[in-house]
């Protein structure tokens, strides 16, 4: 995605250069006086895009390049050592053919990563559509879907740490809803798997992130023509089918861009899974995070490499299926 | 970070003469404040202390400000970060506060200055449990793991090897120092509980705990293998790869039929999952329990019959810190055995280095209490005030001969640590 943009940065310039050639031929100036407009505007036009340029470079291209290198590094206990060398890569995939058929860690890991991954995004997208339809559809005034759509920043207004902490004392062995449902008759002993279990990192994984899907979504629904729905209901759509055939359509770029927000936030955590999964359950970056305290710089960084890999695959075959350039 | 440092101090400094004396009173003034000409008074008297919040207590650095004009400027991060910080910018702080463990990778790594031991005046008093491993009594502690006497003296001053044997030059300066056990609630557990192997009993499914820090969760699952008869370890603290596989086995299989409901990582974790009965019992802090008693929740740091895993930690210097500031940094380290710390850390259920100082600056009962095992005669306050015991009872594990004459290992890093990390995290994938 980012690469993307910067080569579209990249090209502005190149694009400006053709009209001047018209003004050339158009104006009959002298080729000196034209090599110079040319020069001082395509200048400018690089000029412009210097500051993007720099940004990309320094703070996403740069540390991307000394990830992937000091991911062939050697290391010892406490330092890095400048050596070609593979072992980061090697030792992450240990046992993978060894111990079949079963998993080696790596892939047991990256199972569960991509199963929570899958998980939180289909019910984000589920909800953050519902939220969005409702916010662009049923709202009428501009007033209200201003004033609601605040409201669903108010989460926000605290800390990620905070909003996951807080669903400890609800769902805890002697936790609020297990009060609730003991007290109710319900249950007779207390319900285990509601905290420090795959439920409860989905749970809040949710909670943290369905706003990332609301957002992009309702800003590709505010921006569907009202007529395009009255002529499906004239032409006699019911409902559903003017859901299914015309504003989720409609609605793609919207979604594809939400998607990949979520989809990139939880690939990466770690620190969700392991405080709601009690450092029970594995993730791509936990591994990262245990090899990183290790001093193991160059292993953490191959596992790095790794996981940026398998999110940009996931991403490519995101924007294969919608073309958001286009779209947009 | 030092230009950062100058620059709100002269600003104090500034801000509180501004009235008296305006900006030409500014030399004179903090120069008869401090008795110093006006150039040595421009650089003020700052450490960068760089830690655990754990040991980094505001009552420590005013009480220090108060006794010798140092100020103190913690530096805060987990013990993990620490050690990265000291590898990657050892120029980012002064002091150190590290356990001896971590020297075995900050040592190699050059950034770490040997100590002068004839400039720590109470070096000599330092008690033996760190010079030569055994009490005050003669009775040897056990030294399996990273015992601090093992990487306490350098060859040289610039030597990167540890001497066996005593030398002038020390790698770190003990301040403080524990011996972990299990944490339990009798409340829920009602009965008694004596050995390691309880951790990983099916009796308490669901409701064990252990450490989420490889380095030391494995040395505490490794006391358990121990506790059961399946294995015993030349060396706990530093395991052969056959060893490391045995114990993470003990561990997944534990842990697939849900032995474990939470891995902890730090001190709050590990008090909120015991004060909700999340857990029953785990691997336990000693502040951490007594955090959880003074919510009024039963809960007992139990002495077991295979005895603790301890740690110790102090001060480091880093090899960029030299002259007028090299002086300071040695200042403090004596202000810091000079008693009264001392005194702050034992009534935290911790133990100081030099026990002399330390006993000049507690009451008799206090001492009893915390070093004698003997019971409190009146109640027993912690540094900040708070009613941590009645009078009457008695500190758990007993006296101090009891808890550190019984330490079966000391936290560690293994030759194999590599190894043991990838199997670690086999172990949380499992």
Same mark, same amino acid.
């Given at each position: 995605m980012l690469s993307r943009d910067l080569a579209r940065s990249a090209q502005v310039p190149l694009q400006l250069k053709v009209p001047l050639r018209f003004d050339k031929s158009r104006f009959g100036l002298t080729e000196i006086g034209c090599s110079m407009v040319q020069d001082r505007k395509s200048f400018v036009a690089w000029l412009q895009s210097v500051p993007m340029m720099l940004v990309f470079a320094l703070f996403f291209l740069l540390p991307m390049l000394l990830v992937t290198i000091v991911s062939a590094w050697d290391y010892n206990e406490y330092e890095m050592i400048p050596a070609f060398s593979l072992r980061g890569y090697s030792d992450t995939f240990e046992g993978c053919i060894a111990d079949l058929p079963d998993l080696c860690t790596i892939l047991k890991t990256y199972l569960n990563t991509l199963k929570l991954c899958f998980l939180t995004w289909s019910l984000t997208l589920l909800i953050g559509f519902t939220v969005a339809y409702f916010l662009a559809f049923h709202v009428r005034s501009k007033t209200w879907q201003i004033v609601l759509t605040l409201l669903c920043t108010i989460p926000f207004w605290t800390s990620n740490v905070i909003r996951m902490i807080a669903w400890i004392p609800l769902l805890g062995r002697n936790g609020l809803v297990n009060k609730g449902l003991l007290g109710a008759g319900l249950v007779q002993q207390p319900v285990e798997w509601l905290l420090y279990s795959e439920f409860s990192v989905v749970l809040a994984l949710v909670h943290l992130f369905t706003f990332f899907m609301v957002v992009p979504i309702f800003n590709s629904l505010i921006r569907i023509d009202k007529r395009l729905i009255e002529a499906a209901y004239d032409a006699g759509a019911s409902g559903w089918q003017t859901l299914v055939n015309v504003v989720i359509p409609l609605a793609k770029p919207g979604i594809v861009i939400g998607s990949i927000f979520v989809i990139t936030i939880v690939m990466g955590d770690f620190v969700t899974i392991g405080v709601m999964g009690g450092g029970q359950i594995a993730s791509a970056g936990k591994i990262i995070e245990t090899r990183l305290n290790a001093l193991q710089f160059p292993a953490a960084a191959a596992n790095a490499v790794i996981l940026l890999g398998v999110t940009i695959m996931i991403i490519a075959a995101l924007t294969r299926v919608v073309d958001i350039r286009k779209e947009l | 970070m030092s230009n950062r440092s100058k620059s709100t101090n002269t600003?104090?400094?500034?801000?509180?003469?501004?009235?008296?004396?305006?900006?030409?009173?500014? #030399?004179?003034?903090?120069? *008869?404040?401090?008795?110093?000409?006006?150039?040595?008074?421009?650089?003020?008297?700052?450490?960068?202390?760089?830690?655990?919040?754990?040991?980094?207590?505001?009552?420590?650095?005013?009480?220090?400000?108060?006794?010798?004009?140092?100020?103190?400027?913690?530096?805060? #991060?987990?013990?993990?970060?620490?050690? %990265?910080?000291?590898?990657?910018?050892?120029?980012?702080?002064?002091?150190?506060?590290?356990?001896y463990f971590s020297l075995k990778k900050l040592v190699p790594s050059g950034n770490i200055l040997a100590l002068d031991a004839k400039k720590i005046k109470e070096f000599d008093n330092i008690t033996p449990v760190f010079t030569k491993g055994q009490?005050?009594?003669?009775?040897?502690?056990?030294?399996?793991?990273?015992?601090?006497?093992?990487?306490?003296?350098?060859?040289?001053?610039?030597? %990167?090897?540890?001497?066996?044997?005593?030398t002038e030059f020390v790698t770190l300066i003990p301040t403080v120092y524990n011996a972990d056990t299990l944490g339990i609630r009798p409340d829920i557990i009602k009965r008694p509980i004596e050995s390691w192997a309880e951790l990983l009993n099916p009796e308490f499914k669901g409701k064990a705990s252990i450490?989420?820090?490889?380095?030391?969760?494995?040395?505490?699952?490794?006391?358990?293998?121990? #506790?059961?008869?399946?294995? %015993?370890?030349?060396?706990?603290?530093?395991?052969?790869?056959?060893?490391?596989?045995?114990?993470?086995?003990?561990?997944?299989? #534990?842990?697939?039929?849900?032995?474990?409901?939470?891995?902890? %990582?730090?001190?709050?974790?590990?008090?909120?999952?015991?004060?909700?009965?999340?857990?029953?019992?785990?691997?336990?802090?000693?502040?951490?329990?007594?955090?959880?008693?003074?919510?009024?929740?039963p809960c007992i740091f139990q002495p077991l019959k295979e005895g603790y895993r301890s740690w110790a930690s102090g001060f480091c210097v880093s090899k960029a810190v030299s002259g007028p500031k090299l002086d300071l940094a040695y200042e403090f380290v004596?202000?810091?055995?000079?008693?009264?710390?001392?005194?702050?850390l034992n009534r935290q259920g911790y133990y100081s280095a030099v026990l002399s100082t330390a006993k000049a600056n507690m009451t008799a009962d206090e001492w009893g209490y915390w070093m004698e095992g003997k019971p409190a005669v009146a109640d027993i306050k912690g540094p900040d005030g708070t009613v941590?015991?009645? *009078?009457?009872?008695?500190?758990?594990?007993?006296?101090?001969?009891?808890?550190?004459? *019984?330490?079966?290992?000391?936290?560690?890093?293994?030759?194999e640590n590599d190894y043991m990390v990838r199997k670690w995290n086999e172990f949380i994938a499992a």
């Amino acid at each position: 995605m980012l690469s993307r943009d910067l080569a579209r940065s990249a090209q502005v310039p190149l694009q400006l250069k053709v009209p001047l050639r018209f003004d050339k031929s158009r104006f009959g100036l002298t080729e000196i006086g034209c090599s110079m407009v040319q020069d001082r505007k395509s200048f400018v036009a690089w000029l412009q895009s210097v500051p993007m340029m720099l940004v990309f470079a320094l703070f996403f291209l740069l540390p991307m390049l000394l990830v992937t290198i000091v991911s062939a590094w050697d290391y010892n206990e406490y330092e890095m050592i400048p050596a070609f060398s593979l072992r980061g890569y090697s030792d992450t995939f240990e046992g993978c053919i060894a111990d079949l058929p079963d998993l080696c860690t790596i892939l047991k890991t990256y199972l569960n990563t991509l199963k929570l991954c899958f998980l939180t995004w289909s019910l984000t997208l589920l909800i953050g559509f519902t939220v969005a339809y409702f916010l662009a559809f049923h709202v009428r005034s501009k007033t209200w879907q201003i004033v609601l759509t605040l409201l669903c920043t108010i989460p926000f207004w605290t800390s990620n740490v905070i909003r996951m902490i807080a669903w400890i004392p609800l769902l805890g062995r002697n936790g609020l809803v297990n009060k609730g449902l003991l007290g109710a008759g319900l249950v007779q002993q207390p319900v285990e798997w509601l905290l420090y279990s795959e439920f409860s990192v989905v749970l809040a994984l949710v909670h943290l992130f369905t706003f990332f899907m609301v957002v992009p979504i309702f800003n590709s629904l505010i921006r569907i023509d009202k007529r395009l729905i009255e002529a499906a209901y004239d032409a006699g759509a019911s409902g559903w089918q003017t859901l299914v055939n015309v504003v989720i359509p409609l609605a793609k770029p919207g979604i594809v861009i939400g998607s990949i927000f979520v989809i990139t936030i939880v690939m990466g955590d770690f620190v969700t899974i392991g405080v709601m999964g009690g450092g029970q359950i594995a993730s791509a970056g936990k591994i990262i995070e245990t090899r990183l305290n290790a001093l193991q710089f160059p292993a953490a960084a191959a596992n790095a490499v790794i996981l940026l890999g398998v999110t940009i695959m996931i991403i490519a075959a995101l924007t294969r299926v919608v073309d958001i350039r286009k779209e947009l | 970070m030092s230009n950062r440092s100058k620059s709100t101090n002269t600003f104090n400094r500034r801000t509180l003469l501004k009235g008296a004396a305006g900006a030409v009173g500014l #030399a004179a003034g903090s120069g *008869a404040i401090t008795g110093f000409p006006y150039v040595r008074a421009a650089e003020p008297k700052v450490l960068r202390y760089l830690g655990t919040a754990v040991n980094e207590g505001d009552e420590i650095s005013k009480k220090c400000l108060e006794d010798t004009g140092i100020k103190i400027e913690y530096i805060t #991060a987990t013990t993990d970060d620490v050690t %990265k910080r000291v590898i990657t910018q050892p120029n980012s702080f002064d002091v150190l506060d590290t356990e001896y463990f971590s020297l075995k990778k900050l040592v190699p790594s050059g950034n770490i200055l040997a100590l002068d031991a004839k400039k720590i005046k109470e070096f000599d008093n330092i008690t033996p449990v760190f010079t030569k491993g055994q009490l005050p009594s003669g009775k040897k502690v056990g030294d399996q793991g990273t015992a601090p006497w093992k990487v306490l003296y350098l060859e040289g001053a610039n030597s %990167k090897t540890f001497s066996p044997t005593p030398t002038e030059f020390v790698t770190l300066i003990p301040t403080v120092y524990n011996a972990d056990t299990l944490g339990i609630r009798p409340d829920i557990i009602k009965r008694p509980i004596e050995s390691w192997a309880e951790l990983l009993n099916p009796e308490f499914k669901g409701k064990a705990s252990i450490l989420n820090i490889p380095s030391i969760g494995i040395m505490d699952a490794a006391m358990v293998v121990e #506790a059961t008869g399946q294995h %015993k370890y030349a060396d706990k603290g530093n395991m052969t790869k056959a060893e490391i596989d045995l114990t993470i086995k003990a561990l997944i299989e #534990a842990k697939k039929t849900g032995q474990f409901r939470a891995f902890w %990582k730090d001190f709050n974790e590990s008090v909120n999952l015991m004060a909700s009965g999340e857990t029953v019992i785990q691997s336990m802090w000693s502040p951490a329990v007594t955090k959880v008693r003074s919510m009024g929740i039963p809960c007992i740091f139990q002495p077991l019959k295979e005895g603790y895993r301890s740690w110790a930690s102090g001060f480091c210097v880093s090899k960029a810190v030299s002259g007028p500031k090299l002086d300071l940094a040695y200042e403090f380290v004596n202000w810091f055995l000079s008693g009264w710390a001392g005194a702050y850390l034992n009534r935290q259920g911790y133990y100081s280095a030099v026990l002399s100082t330390a006993k000049a600056n507690m009451t008799a009962d206090e001492w009893g209490y915390w070093m004698e095992g003997k019971p409190a005669v009146a109640d027993i306050k912690g540094p900040d005030g708070t009613v941590l015991e009645k *009078a009457g009872a008695k500190r758990d594990g007993g006296s101090y001969e009891d808890r550190m004459g *019984a330490v079966a290992c000391w936290n560690s890093v293994m030759d194999e640590n590599d190894y043991m990390v990838r199997k670690w995290n086999e172990f949380i994938a499992a």
